[in-house]
Every structure is written in structure tokens, then in C-alpha cells.
T-cell receptor
Framework: DAGITQSPRHKVTETGTPVTLRCHQT?????MYWYRQDPGHGLRLIHY???????DKGEVSDGYSVSRSKTEDFLLTLESATSSQTSVYFC???????????FGQGTRLTVV | KQEVTQIPAALSVPEGENLVLNCSFT??????LQWFRQDPGKGLTSLLL?????REQTSGRLNASLDKSSGRSTLYIAASQPGDSATYLC?????????????FGTGTRLKVLA
């Protein structure tokens, strides 16, 4: 299995609080992605990174920000969590753009 | 805009049956196509990656085919087992702003009955 660790694995937070999810990889892959998975919507891209300090928005980026200060870490921040951000969040990596993607185990986030 | 569809959404078969899962995409100019398996509460596990120049890719009891002209890929599972029960997703990379992003189908939930 690809070395991808997401933390925390589960989190319950209150509306309006900031939340940061972490993705850590040991594969030295250049590309990293954050997806959310919701019933009826499947997997949707939030943000992605194509190198250290190089990030861009995906399909559903409103309310989220990201940072990548090291190759191995990609952080997803919800500045002020809302109930609509209750979801399962997945991190993915790929060595080359469009290459085989590998996923982490996911973080289940509940905003109450 | 690339759209990926998987039909049926759910499938239930008896153990030992050979089965085919379908994945359709609207833009035939794809770079590759990847099949994943997802167990309940778990992440996605990569099963097969089939390049745009390939027609088939095999791994054990799994065989993925690709027909770009018709916008279809199929995942064939031979001699299905209860352990194959999971959701199967396909994904296609879509190119924009200098990078490929993966577009996913909503998956087929497979149940293999013992």
C-alpha cells in the first residue's frame, strides 16, 4: 500500500470553528489532492497541489484552503466549519500528473 | 466537460458468477482510466490502471477493457467471491490548467452472496 496517512481519522466539531486535516505521504510524490465524498455526489475535488507551495482550486473549493510547505504534507483547512462540510475527506497522491492515484483511508468529519 | 457514469448503481450476484461492471465517459480523448475498490468505511484501493493505448489490463481474476471510441470501460470479475463485495469506482483524468484532475463515477455497489 502507498504510504499515505490522514489525521485525524474521525472528528466532530462545532459550527463556526476552524478545522485542519492533515495528509502525510512517504512516497515523495509530487501531486497531492483533497477530495470529499458524499452520498449522491461521489468524489469531488476540493484542492490540489502540484508541488511545494503550488496549489490550486478544484470543483468545490469554497470554504476550504490548503497549504503545502513540504513535499510530504498537504493540509486542508476549513476556516469556519459549516454543517454542509460534514463529509468524508480523502487525500490522494500521484507521482506524475494523470498517473496512477493512491488514496488515504479518509477522515470522517461531522460538523454539529 | 468530462462526465463519468457507472450503471448499475448496485448489483447482487450469487457466489461463483462471472460479472461485468460498466464505466462510461463522455470525452473519448482520455489519458488513462483507473478502477478502484472501496470497502465500507475505508479508502479507495487501486485495482487496475489502463492506459489510453491499451485495450486490456489484467490482474488476477480482474480484467479491465477500454474502448475509447465508444466511451466505455468494463471491469470483468471472474468466479466472484463474497470477499469481492465492495463498491467499485472508475476514474478518468481530465486535463485543465496544466494538471490532470481525476473525475470519478459514482460507483457500483457489488454484493456477492455466499
Amino acid at each position: 500500500d502507498a504510504g499515505i496517512t490522514q489525521s485525524p481519522r474521525h472528528k466532530v466539531t462545532e459550527t463556526g470553528t476552524p478545522v485542519t486535516l492533515r495528509c502525510h505521504q512517504t512516497e515523495n510524490h509530487r501531486y497531492m489532492y483533497w477530495y470529499r465524498q458524499d452520498p449522491g455526489h461521489g468524489l469531488r475535488l476540493i484542492h490540489y497541489s502540484y508541488g511545494v507551495k503550488d496549489t490550486d482550486k478544484g470543483e468545490v473549493s469554497d470554504g476550504y484552503s490548503v497549504s503545502r510547505s513540504k513535499t510530504e504534507d498537504f493540509l486542508l483547512t476549513l476556516e469556519s466549519a459549516t454543517s454542509s462540510q460534514t463529509s468524508v475527506y480523502f487525500c490522494a497522491i500521484s507521482e506524475i500528473t494523470g498517473g496512477e492515484a493512491f488514496f488515504g483511508q479518509g477522515t470522517r468529519l461531522t460538523v454539529v | 466537460k468530462q462526465e463519468v457514469t457507472q450503471i448499475p448503481a448496485a448489483l447482487s450476484v450469487p457466489e461463483g458468477e462471472n460479472l461485468v461492471l460498466n464505466c462510461s465517459f463522455t470525452d473519448s480523448a482520455i489519458y488513462n482510466l483507473q478502477w478502484f475498490r472501496q470497502d465500507p468505511g475505508k479508502g479507495l484501493t487501486s485495482l487496475l490502471l489502463i492506459q489510453s493505448s491499451q485495450r486490456e489490463q489484467t490482474s488476477g481474476r480482474l480484467n479491465a477493457s477500454l474502448d475509447k471510441s465508444s466511451g466505455r470501460s468494463t471491469l470483468y470479475i471472474a468466479a466472484s467471491q463474497p470477499g469481492d463485495s465492495a463498491t467499485y469506482l472508475c476514474a478518468v483524468p481530465m486535463y485543465s490548467s496544466g494538471t490532470y484532475k481525476y473525475i470519478f463515477g459514482t460507483g457500483t455497489r457489488l454484493k456477492v452472496l455466499a
